[in-house]
């Protein structure tokens, strides 16, 4: 973020907070995860592991809380909205939620870095700028859904003996001690895509930048694509469930329908949508 | 009893040679106490040393608890800092004269404490070699630190303090250096001369001195409320339960002003024992003092409660949750021993026969201070261990290389001190001369006389009542 | 793709690391090392690229999936000559598109640090690295002195050519000892199904079934083809959603899905089935001409109340079943290990299925799968017999010769069985393996093969229900350690000794493959020129066979009253399950899957034990605390994690974690439960009673945080997963209106 | 340093008018600082295009073939893109593979000891391990087909034959070289003037990854 940067886009930055981010974007990388479908099996997790060089860091520091899944798969045994929760039995099974960062279009995490390491790009993203960060690590303090991940020690010393360096993804960097690290929406695939695009001439076309986990979601589950674009598989989802950026509620003519945003409440406006699990009850 | 602030009928020479003599030949309590520093300080050197090589690992980080102990000491010392200002600024704005014989050392520990504040933020960087990223700088890639960072923020508002209380204090030192220099051999005496800058004490050079010192008290009362105020959006600017306070720019500067008195008082009475001040820093000042103290304390005690109330009231459940958790959660025995700390123990100070009593008033000034950093711990951790997300609960507690670098802050701290008070004279000589002067004056009409008359004419060659030199 | 094979080679030259595709430091570090100097890195030209090969540009090549014997097809992406990441084949009927964990955890398989890179000789007792010549010397001279009738083949399951290979080779042997081995197997429903409709692997039509009741058959995490079911399950719960009931003693990752979880007592589960199927009879009118009179008769006499005290389900539990089934039609009634896996697991079996004949399932959502044009191509399905076979016979000294592949026995085989002691007694043992594990640490020779990303082969998966189609597996890159071989050329090397003449043309496995592919019929080739046909296939990686497809109908029904006796001294029942991540253990060596939680329990790199609240009360421990859980066969210790996903009278201990010997990320970490397996075995096909042992458990007093992941269980009043009523989502979603 | 910062992008020759005399003086340091930063060369064959600004020393790096470049590129005048050919294809140039020197070489030059090395290397089937000049840190994305895009095949009036020019802006004049050596100091500075010079993008991930 040049200084140039920040005068010019001053409005851009107090308006992130009312109207849904800024529509003047190329594209507005958005995401369904229909937790109808979803049967928790962490195919996404692991697939996300192997596309952007997750560090494994061992069962101790796994414990501690210092792992490095940016794709969580949670699971929680409670129903809030059905009950239930005093049968002897979960009779009703887990509730899985497949938790990676919701590239907020009024990221709280951006405001608070220091070094502008982590910021918004065109492309509607929650960018995390590796080398630039000094590790405040006040970004990860600042993210209702604690989706981002801080590298506690050097993790690539040992995640990856010799040859198994050799899988390591090119397309991004891997990243040492003090770095803040997070979701990116897989960005080296949506510019391979966007690359590709250009090579060819041609637009973006829906379903030519699909993120590590939607690809290999065995149900299909998950949903990539660009909000912007009408024909979009996403932005058509959006619209049925009647969903809409920049609401801290949304007001749905058909209140039955299963789109929300998981704390939509705190404004901070995330770019992923979650249908809601569906039960016998 | 005791009831003067000071003997009036104290000899100005004797003034000196009192303050004078705490600055030589240090005996062996001195030394012990520099090798106590010392030793604290280089734990915290290797412990530090381990966690660049290492990470930030170490010191039982984890993913929530990316914050700890050293953003809640950071905040301790910059809280403690604000005494100095406090006692040397608004009270001699307000002209309570008893300050005067202990500012001094209240305002070397702003500066002190601001030094060892500062080192905080720097530790715990993930990556302490990039540190100067978060400065305005031009590079040639023209990239800025982004400004609506809190962090930022802190950073210039510490700086901008740090200078201003130094120079502060400096200036406030200039006239005791002087004298300093008139009575001191070898490097004392070039140290000093360069220091005093031809200190002479004549007239042009007393009404300039007056003037700049009562701008920099004026500019620095604003300046001190701003820095904890700053320091209190690192918390409030964020949008986590129990840090997203509004009451906190208050809360904080309140808090600051407790530990700090606190810290006066310790000091105060560590003083007053090794080099037998008893003259100067007298039971009845202590007693000001401590007053000053309990009320500060009232106003903490009442913004905390106050802060309870507005979230309790507020009936936003996460931040409930957050509250409660704090009262029951696995961290409470600490926040029930800071609302101990913080809101029992400073009615000791209202008690006269406690004020008067050094030992007593001492362990109490420590426990006012265990309180106000436990506060600072209570604030940060919780709140992290438990906030919107439950899948990312978690209790941390921190290992030995924090507490490590948090205990040697402490002897850094000490070993600015006690260099500071062989080098430097820690009771002000020439206000101390000063007030003397006034309760004599008060207390016979014709000094008084005397010396209105001296005050409205100016003719060459008047004895002026020399405060400087002697 | 060229079928060039020099061209193809050198294409898949392999970039050094400091080449265009460095993707080492990000700089992230000490200042100094972000300075760069100039020359410090090499940078490796190709020697003859094809056109399209561009450094810097990942290409995507076909292949197929050898993780679990299920295989999918992926796609594989090659950059600069090294394989970063693999992705479902979109065009293969098995997964479509989708891949589980295990599969993308094939990259860390085959980059393995611990992976044999030489093979391994016994010189005196001890296991000594020589040269693939030397060990090669030694099988020869071995074979030779053998004799060829007494020799055995332990294989996990196989499939397509190496199948071929591998019963050519037995037959020039002429031997029959070919003993296919899986610890996770369906092996149990496959002689059912084979007896009561003809077909071993039927089609299961989740399409068109309006509800599911699953004893214990965990078709998304471990039942024969996971990630196709997992792809069935999406549509099955569109539209108008079906209902899915799943009655096991230990909460699957099926069971998590569920509408309708229950636990039966272990092993009742058949009763359960017969009393649904009496609530159907009386109280639904269900068609009874469709069973004989004798199965009538034995469902008759469990009613409610009866199957109430047998199994444990409350009689409303039945009822609510019955009553989903009924209106939720047409269904499908599935089981699985938990089920089978018991004395009587073939009564439970049996019972299941003729609920679907009671249902009139059977070609309704049950339909014939059709087979195999060319039967030797067809999957060889694993059993648990199998190693009890192979115990057997190496005992009576009917093994001179054993070559073990794709199988570990040692480590999934219980104690009780002996099997070390019995393999002692094979004079000579050859494992062909690219990992060092338990049964490779005993055998003779140890032959490390290619990684699945580096060899030839083709597969034809076991269940491939709507088109019968073979894999194409092709390597991803070129081998990375040059003393490995590819199983197909040891196989050919083998028939070359044993003197095989119609082998003894081909150079290698690649060129048989080639030529075989070549020789399939035209239909198949539709019609390509035989280099057209290869290219064809090596870009699809696969080849649609075409589809001999059959109709099922009921064969026999034989039901036989079951049993049930209680031990007092061992109260509770050990559920040694398995767990999609690990497998049967073969995949604990892979550190992603070790560190991607238990999906249940969240758990990683550990084992633990699940007990339900109850009974943690009952035996006053804690989320933590370790307990014993000891069976007559001996005991394991493990950390508790308390649910209410499990059946009282359960102890839940997955199967995988324990190895002594598999490498840095596998050994010395958790317990194995089946090592303490109780003797028992299903009385009609013989398969390891593994879900039947009866244990006892009781404090250690040590105590320890679980390594699991994620602070609170409950969401704590957010809205984070919210959850609607199935109706509210047919009114919504139903009926065609889609997004 | 401040002001070669600020004015550098502005005072190439088209933005000159502005150059009041208040700004003489400072332009004077300016231009002083710049030509010592090695902008004297502008390279006014590649039309809608600032070069960047910046000099490196970067030393000798020992190759296993000493490549003559300047008989190739220059006395030859074969294009760059020739024997570097992915580089409008794909992010990496990319070194020529031995089969493309052996093209020319197996009849050219044969009797030269270079040739008759890399005839070795091509009979034992391996290539030379050449050592890299050029490189980025590995947080950089940096894409030789979208700069050859802008500057060369989507750039009006610009004659290909002229993309020695164009790979001059980041590699020098290798042209004028035999083994070629780093003389620009290709830093984020660097890139970063060029960009703002050029229009190009400012956005931190359309470079770092």
């Keep these: 973020m040049s200084l140039k940067n920040v005068l010019e886009n001053w409005s851009d930055y107090r308006k992130t907070h009312e109207d849904g981010g800024h529509h003047d974007y190329e594209h507005m990388w958005g995401m369904v995860v229909d937790l109808n479908k979803c049967t928790g099996c962490n195919a996404c997790a692991v697939s996300c592991y192997s596309e952007n060089n997750l560090a494994t860091v061992g069962k101790e520091k796994m414990g501690k809380g210092q792992g490095m899944h940016w794709l969580r798969m949670e699971r929680y045994w409670d129903e809030p909205n059905v009950g239930g929760d005093e049968k002897e039995f979960h009779e009703r099974g887990a509730s899985f939620l497949p938790m990676m960062c919701q590239q907020c279009n009024a990221a709280t995490c951006e405001v608070v870095c220091p070094v502008a390491a982590t910021y918004h790009t065109p492309d509607g993203l929650n960018a995390q700028v590796y080398n630039r960060c000094i590790g405040s690590r006040y970004c990860s303090n600042n993210c209702p859904y604690r989706l981002r991940y801080f590298n506690f020690y050097s993790y690539y010393e040992d995640a990856w003996p010799e040859p198994l360096n050799q899988q390591l993804n090119p397309d991004l960097s891997v990243r040492d001690k003090g770095v803040m690290e997070k979701c990116t929406f897989c960005v080296q695939r949506i510019r391979t895509a966007k690359d590709t695009a250009r090579r060819e001439g041609r637009e973006v076309r829906d379903g030519d930048a699909v993120s590590a986990c939607a690809q290999s979601c065995p149900t299909k589950a998950i949903t990539f694509g660009d909000l912007l674009d009408e024909n979009a598989e996403v932005t058509k989802l959006w619209k049925f469930h009647q969903v809409e950026l920049g609401k801290t509620k949304q007001d749905k003519a058909n209140k039955e329908l299963r789109g929300y945003r998981v704390l939509e409440g705190l404004n901070v406006d995330p770019c992923i949508m979650y249908l809601d699990r569906v039960r016998e009850v | ?470 | 793709m060229s079928g060039n094979d020099i061209n193809r080679r050198d294409f898949l030259k392999f970039m050094g690391l400091g080449g265009v595709g460095a993707a080492t430091l990000s700089g992230c570090d000490m200042p100094t090392t972000v300075t760069l100097e100039e020359g410090k890195e090499k940078v490796v030209s190709y020697l003859a690229p094809e056109e399209y090969v561009i450094p810097g540009i990942g290409v995507w090549y076909a292949s197929t999936c050898q993780q679990c014997p299920s295989s999918c097809g992926i796609h594989g992406r090659v950059r600069e000559g090294r394989v970063l990441k693999v992705e479902g084949n979109p065009e293969s009927s098995v997964n479509g598109g989708g891949l589980c964990q295990m599969a993308h955890a094939g990259l860390q398989s085959h980059y393995n640090p611990d992976r044999l890179r030489k093979p391994l000789i016994r010189k005196g007792g001890t296991l000594t690295e020589v040269s693939w010549k030397e060990a090669w010397a030694v099988v020869e001279e071995k074979l030779a002195a053998s004799d060829s009738a007494k020799t055995g083949w332990m294989t996990g399951t196989v499939s397509g050519h190496q199948a071929v290979l591998l019963d050519a080779l037995q037959e020039a042997n002429g031997s029959n000892k070919h003993y296919v081995y899986e610890a996770i197997n369906n092996s149990v429903g496959e002689s059912v199904n084979k007896a009561m409709l003809g077909e071993a692997t039927p089609r299961y039509r989740f399409d068109k079934a309006q509800s599911i009741l699953s004893f214990g058959a965990d078709f998304l995490g471990t039942w024969v083809s996971p990630v196709h079911f997992s792809k069935e399950y999406a549509e099955f719960r569109t539209g108008d959603r079906g209902v899915l009931m799943v009655v096991e003693p230990k909460m699957t990752l099926t069971g998590a899905n569920a509408d309708f979880w229950v636990p039966a007592k272990p092993g009742t589960e058949g009763v359960l089935a017969l009393g649904i199927a009496n609530v159907l009879l009386t109280k639904h009118q269900a068609d009874a001409k469709l069973l004989p009179a004798s199965v009538r008769k034995l469902i008759s006499e469990y009613n409610v109340a009866k199957v109430t005290e047998v199994t444990g389900v409350g009689g409303d539990s039945v009822v609510k079943i019955t009553n989903h089934l009924k209106n939720h039609a047409p269904s499908i009634v599935m089981s699985g290990a938990s089920a089978h896996e018991h004395e009587n697991g073939y009564f439970n079996a049996t019972a299941a299925m003729v609920l679907n004949i009671l249902l009139g399932n059977v070609g309704k959502t049950i339909e014939s799968s059709g087979a195999m044009p060319d039967v030797k191509l067809a999957s060889k399905t694993g059993s648990s017999s199998a190693a009890m076979r192979l115990a057997a016979d190496a005992d009576k000294g009917a093994l001179e010769t054993l070559f073990i592949t794709g199988a570990n026995p040692v480590f999934t085989v219980p104690s009780y069985v002996g099997l070390v002691d019995k393999l002692a007694k094979v004079p000579f043992k050859v494992s062909l393996t690219s990992f060092m594990d338990e049964t490779a640490a005993l055998s003779d020779v140890i032959l490390p093969l290619l990684s699945s990303y580096e060899d030839w082969g083709t597969t034809a998966a076991a269940y491939q229900p709507t088109e019968k189609v073979i894999g194409i597996q092709q390597p991803l890159m070129q081998p990375l350690y040059a003393e490995t071989k590819g199983f197909g050329d040891v196989l050919l090397d083998l028939l070359k000794i044993q003197g095989a003449e119609q082998y003894g043309a081909y150079t290698d496995y690649y060129s048989y493959l080639q030529n075989a592919l070549y020789s399939l019929p035209a239909s198949v080739k539709q019609g390509l020129s035989d280099a057209d046909f290869w290219h064809d296939s090596l870009k699809k990686g696969l080849i649609k066979v075409g589809d001999a497809k059959g109709s099922l109908s009921v064969k026999t029904i034989d039901l036989t009253a079951p049993s049930f006796e209680d031990n007092a001294d061992f109260p509770m029942v050990l559920a040694p399950s398995a767990r999609q991540g690990l497998w049967d253990g073969r995949l604990a060596n892979i550190p992603w899957l070790q560190e991607a939680p238990d999906q249940i329990t969240k758990i990683f790199w550990d084992s633990w034990a699940e007990l339900h609240p109850s009974t943690a009360k009952k035996f006053g421990v804690k989320e933590g605390d370790v307990i014993q859980v000891e069976s007559d066969q001996g005991s394991i210790e493990a950390q508790v994690y308390i649910y209410k996903g499990v059946h009282p009278d359960v102890v839940a201990v997955p199967m995988g974690q324990g190895h002594e010997n598999y490498g840095r990320y596998a050994t010395n970490l958790g317990v194995n439960p089946l090592k303490i397996l109780s003797p028992g075995t299903d009385k009609v096909t013989g398969e390891i009673a593994a879900h039947a042992t009866r244990v006892r458990i009781s404090k250690t007093g040590k105590s320890s945080d679980l390594a699991r992941l994620g602070g609170s269980e409950t969401q704590v009043g957010r809205k984070l997963v919210s959850t609607v009523s199935a109706d509210v989502f047919r009114r919504t979603e139903g009926g065609g209106n889609v997004a | 340093m401040f002001a070669s910062i600020y004015l550098t992008s502005r005072q190439h020759p088209r933005g000159r008018s502005f150059m009041g005399r208040g700004f003489a003086v400072l332009f004077a340091m300016v231009f002083s600082m710049v030509s010592l930063l090695g902008a004297a060369n502008v390279h006014a064959e590649v039309p809608n295009a600032i070069p960047p600004i910046g000099t490196h020393n970067g030393e000798d790096v020992p190759q296993p073939i000493e490549f003559p470049h300047d008989i190739h590129a220059d006395v030859n005048e074969i294009n760059c893109m020739y024997c570097h050919t992915y580089a409008r294809r794909s992010k990496v140039a990319g070194i020529p593979p031995t089969s493309k020197c052996m093209g020319c070489h197996s009849v050219v030059a044969t009797d030269k000891p270079r040739i008759q090395k890399l005839t070795e290397y091509w009979e034992n089937k391996q290539s030379p391990d050449w050592n890299k000049v050029h490189d980025v840190p590995d947080f950089v994305h940096f894409t030789h087909e979208k700069h050859l895009k802008r500057f060369v095949f989507e750039n009006e009036g610009m004659d290909v034959d002229n993309v020695s020019e164009v790979c001059a802006f980041c590699h020098g004049d290798v042209k004028k070289m035999t083994v070629a050596n780093k003389t620009k100091p290709l830093t984020m500075g660097f890139c970063v003037r060029c960009h703002e010079a050029n229009d190009g993008p400012s956005d931190c991930w359309k470079c770092h990854k």
């Design chain 2, 1 to 470: 009893m005791q009831t003067k602030d000071i003997n009036e009928n104290i000899a100005w020479a004797k003034i000196n040679t009192d303050v004078l003599r705490s600055m030589e030949n240090p005996r062996m309590g001195y030394w012990i106490a520099v090798v106590a520093c010392l030793l604290m300080v280089s734990c915290a050197v290797m412990a530090e040393i381990y966690q660049y090589q290492v990470g930030m690992g170490p010191g039982n980080l984890n993913w929530p608890h990316m914050w700890d102990l050293y953003i809640a000491t950071f905040v301790f010392w910059i809280g403690m800092s604000h005494s100095g200002t406090l006692l040397s600024a608004i009270l001699h704005i307000i002209g309570a004269d008893w300050r005067k014989p202990i500012y001094r050392f209240a305002e070397a520990m702003t500066t002190f404490s601001l030094m060892t504040a500062g080192l905080f933020p720097i530790i715990h960087l993930g990556r302490v070699w990039n540190m100067y990223w978060v400065l305005p700088y031009v590079s040639d890639r023209g990239i800025w630190p982004n400004f609506r960072s809190p962090l930022i923020w802190d950073a210039f508002a510490i700086t901008t303090y740090l200078t201003s209380s130094a120079l502060f204090l400096f200036i406030g030192m200039i006239p005791d250096l002087a004298i300093c220099r008139d009575n001191a051999r070898g490097w004392r005496q070039k140290l000093y001369t360069v220091l005093s800058m031809g200190w002479q004490g004549d007239d042009r050079q007393w009404r300039n001195f007056r003037k700049i010192y009562l701008l920099m008290a004026c500019f620095l009362i604003p300046l001190a409320v701003s820095v904890h105020s700053i320091v209190s959006a690192d918390f409030a600017m964020s949008i986590m339960p129990g840090w997203h306070i509004t009451s906190f720019p208050p809360y904080f500067v309140a808090g600051a002003l407790y530990s700090g008195c606190a810290a006066i008082i310790t000091l105060f009475i560590i003083l007053r024992y090794f080099f037998r001040f008893d003259e100067y820093m007298t039971i009845p000042i202590l007693e000001k003092t401590c007053k000053l103290t309990f009320a500060i304390a009232m106003v903490w005690s009442y913004l905390t409660l106050i802060e309870f109330a507005s979230v309790w009231y507020g009936h936003d459940p996460v931040a409930k949750e957050a509250l409660v958790s704090r009262f029951v959660g696995p961290y409470s025995p600490f926040f029930w021993l800071m609302l101990f700390c913080g809101i029992i123990v400073p009615f000791a100070l209202a008690v006269e026969r406690f004020r008067r009593h050094l030992p007593t008033m001492f362990v109490v000034s420590i426990l006012l201070n265990l309180g106000m950093w436990l506060e600072r711990w209570m604030i940060v951790t919780p709140t992290l261990a438990t906030s919107y997300y439950p899948f990312a609960f978690d209790v941390m507690w921190p290992s030995m290389v924090q507490w490590a670098i948090v205990f040697g802050s402490f002897g850094w701290f000490g070993l600015l001190f006690l260099i500071f008070v062989k080098v430097f004279p820690c009771v002000s000589m020439y206000e101390v001369k000063e007030m003397v002067f006034h309760r004599r004056q008060h207390n016979s009409p014709e000094i008084a006389k005397q010396f209105h008359r001296r005050a409205s004419d100016r003719q060459a060659g008047d004895e002026q009542p020399s405060t400087g030199g002697a």
